[in-house]
DNA sequence: CTAACAGCGTTACTCGGTTCACAGCTGCCC
DNA sequence: GGGCAGCTGTGAACCGAGTAACGCTGTTAG
């Protein structure tokens, strides 16, 4: 009745680890270290020990009990496990702030995705943002099927949501980061993850105190 | 060894369903509704309709065989369950696009929480933006102080997230919305919500194939 | 040399959250 | 009026994620 997630068999929570593994890996590789225990990797993530270990087990990859784990080769394993497939195209709708401050993440620092802008406000578009190129909404989904991309991020108001996201569905998007306080009714085959900052801020708020 | 949550005995998730029932059923009396069926609110959040009948029953609520919940009585118990004390001061620092997108949304989306925002450039500060005040960010401790603010939101680039949340924290804040794509690392009674954009980008990549 | 130590890999278990299944109730239709 | 349909409330089963516990290996100190 809530099949919003066609996991793929794998765990939603291990993809985030992954995720953040690979990120403070990469740091620590940055700053000249060549290995890491698994309990300093846990602790830079807020994460157990064992965690960290059984995550890497499910991988399949082993680390060496006297140094623990070599970083270049564990963020081979994670690039290959996460399917590190080059760059990925990404259609962002809306260049409000919202919008510019994940284009601008984008850009700066995470160069592995590489945004496409659109807007429906003429103002805002045909021209470039943080060296993007933002089109009017009326060229989305002919650009979308050009470019072949996959994935979307809705930075729209909440009454828009809905309507933009089918857009993107229909021009062949099939992963969707909303960030729009409305759920979404999308195709079960699309993959939605939903942003909620007035959730995340209520949640806050409740356990503060 | 990863204690980030005093639960306070509550689920987080329990939270997040709530604060999105509550939503829901706003929108759903603004639009004439009178009352509601466990299966509609379920389908409006993308849950199942036992799980709302246990959310609710957990919060002693009772709705009537025939017509379901009623929603302005459930809405009472949610605002009390959620411990809707009015207004919510809340400290957010970094008036960058992400700082002034949660700015405007919490102005006029959600009048509830009363932000007070801080920055390190004068340029910025000093002003008023979105009909809040913008002060220069020597400022932030003496006016959490007076305010007596709990709830902060960190809007700085990654590499300041560290220390502003410290001085946060030293200030009195006990609960943290951090968007910087860092581990905070502060005293256990401070809850910690972060929304790691980057992550939740590579969540919907990876399951988007 | 060997004994203590530290870290990894793995299995078994625990625990919390979700779902199943069913009982109870109420209105409706024949 | 009696059965039927549809909803709620809830004990019990289920499931999965995380954790504890333990064996193994290599390293170091005495």
Redesign the pocket.
């Known amino acids: 009745?809530?099949p919003a997630t066609k996991?793929r068999g794998v765990?939603p929570?291990?993809v985030e680890?992954l995720s953040l593994y690979r990120r403070v890996l990469q740091q620590a590789g940055a700053a000249g270290a060549r290995a890491?225990?698994?309990?300093e990797l846990a602790a830079a993530c807020r994460?157990?020990?064992?965690?960290?270990?059984?995550d890497?087990?499910t991988l399949g990859?082993?680390?060496?009990?006297?140094s623990?784990?070599e970083i270049q080769p564990l963020l081979s394993v994670i690039d290959a496990y996460l399917g590190d497939t080059g760059s990925v195209p990404v259609a962002l709708v809306g260049i409000g702030h919202l919008g510019r401050a994940v284009l601008a993440f984008l850009c700066w620092r995470h160069p592995r995705f590489v945004p496409v802008a659109f807007d429906r406000d003429p103002r805002l578009t045909e021209r470039v943002l943080d060296g993007v190129w933002c089109f009017p909404i009326d060229r989305m989904a002919d650009a979308i099927r050009e470019q072949h991309i996959r994935v979307g991020v809705v930075c729209v108001p909440a009454p828009e949501a809905q309507r933009v996201s089918e857009q993107l569905v229909t021009a062949g998007v099939t992963g969707i980061l909303n960030f729009a306080p409305v759920t979404l009714f999308l195709p079960n085959h699309v993959f939605v993850e939903t942003i909620d900052i007035s959730v995340a801020l209520e949640k806050v708020a409740f356990f503060t105190r």
Chains 1, 2 share one sequence.
């Open positions: 009745m809530a996991n765990s929570r291990l680890r890491t225990y698994s309990h994460v157990s020990a064992v965690q960290v270990r059984r890497l087990m990859h082993s680390g060496s009990t006297t623990g784990y």
